[in-house]
Nanobody
Framework: QVRLVESGGGLVQAGGSLRLSCTAS???????RGWFRQAPGKEREFVSA????????SYADSVKGRFTISRDNAKNTVYLQMNSLKPEDTAVYFC????????????????WGQGTQVTVSS
């Protein structure tokens, strides 16, 4: 069983930056890693994913050009650098481990973290 722990969330003004981290307890270097988010009253949505080697990434249109996903397999950690944050980025961000797909969806991921809150003020 993989245990995932997210960190790095917080309160930031619009235009600011945050870097999320997600460290896994098990061996996750053979799996894709992903980030999803859920705002109050909304369904969980895909944000970004990275293949097991890190050579391929995918982003939601809403974050392209602003967010960057990366991973360090030696540390079992995946990162999400978030720049130019907007109030609409406010949500709980979840990291996940699963199988790579060209169009990642929540059903592709089997293990999930507890989430970290990101709040962007206007």
């Amino acid at each position: 069983q993989v245990r995932l722990v997210e960190s790095g969330g917080g309160l930031v003004q619009a235009g600011g930056s945050l870097r999320l981290s997600c460290t896994a307890s098990g061996r996750t270097f053979t799996y894709a890693r992903g980030w999803f988010r859920q705002a109050p009253g909304k369904e969980r949505e895909f944000v970004s994913a990275i293949s097991r080697s890190g050579s391929t990434t995918s982003y939601a249109d809403s974050v392209k050009g602003r967010f960057t996903i990366s991973r360090d397999n030696a540390k079992n950690t995946v990162y999400l650098q978030m720049n130019s944050l907007k109030p609409e980025d406010t949500a709980v961000y979840f990291c996940a481990v699963g199988n790579w797909s060209p169009r990642p969806q929540a059903r592709d991921f089997s293990s999930w973290g507890q989430g970290t809150q990101v709040t962007v003020s206007s």
